[in-house]
């Protein structure tokens, strides 16, 4: 690895990033993916994780906004892994075999704000959860993004160790040739 740049929109996150982490080749950096201005980041990458973040966008709009803005910082041959991205398909098959026991999506997260405030309040790391965003997105609507931008995109879903495994998946983006 020559150099690395973690980038978030949370200036505290930062902050303990910074904090644990002091290798010379790894620099920090807060900057919001959808806001930011793109052209600060001089460096060009050949990989990206954007991990556990696009469930907080509000749209499908605001993926291709961040993909299409992360690409210009990218070099031609580039691999970018999205992960843990709650699956709008699999997300309405779990729910269809959930009828019985009327489950909501409400439910789903309330019970996901009692699991990550355990997980956070037990290792006094962050405050507690008040509320978990939840946008939903199909296999389709990131697929589509990826072909109009010239890229291979291939869904990977979770392993039955993860705690949402029937619903969330990785998206292995590629540049086509």
């Known amino acids: 690895m020559n150099y690395l740049l973690g980038v978030d929109a949370g200036t505290e996150i930062i902050n303990k990033a910074k904090n644990k982490n002091n290798f010379p080749n790894v620099e920090y950096m807060v900057f919001d993916a959808l806001r930011g201005d793109w052209r600060t980041i001089s460096k060009r990458f050949h990989k990206a994780i954007i991990y556990s973040v696009i469930h907080f966008f509000d749209s499908i709009e605001d993926v291709e906004k961040l993909l299409t803005e992360l690409l210009k910082v990218m070099e031609r041959e580039c691999i ?13 098959k779990f729910m269809e075999n959930q009828r019985t026991k009327k489950i909501t999506l ?9 699991i990550l405030n355990s997980f956070y309040l037990n290792h006094g790391k962050i405050k507690k959860v008040s509320s978990i965003p ?25 392993s039955k ?8 998946v990785d998206y292995i983006l590629t540049r086509k040739e």
């Open 80 to 92: 970018i892994l999205i992960g843990d991205v709650r699956d709008k398909d699999l997300y309405t």
């Open 106 to 114: 409400r439910d789903i997260k309330f019970q996901i704000s009692k």
């Open 134 to 158: 939840c946008s939903i997105f199909s296999y389709n609507e990131i697929k589509n993004i990826a072909d109009k931008l010239g890229l291979e995109c291939l869904r990977h879903c979770q």
């Open 161 to 168: 160790k993860h705690p949402f495994y029937n619903t969330t």
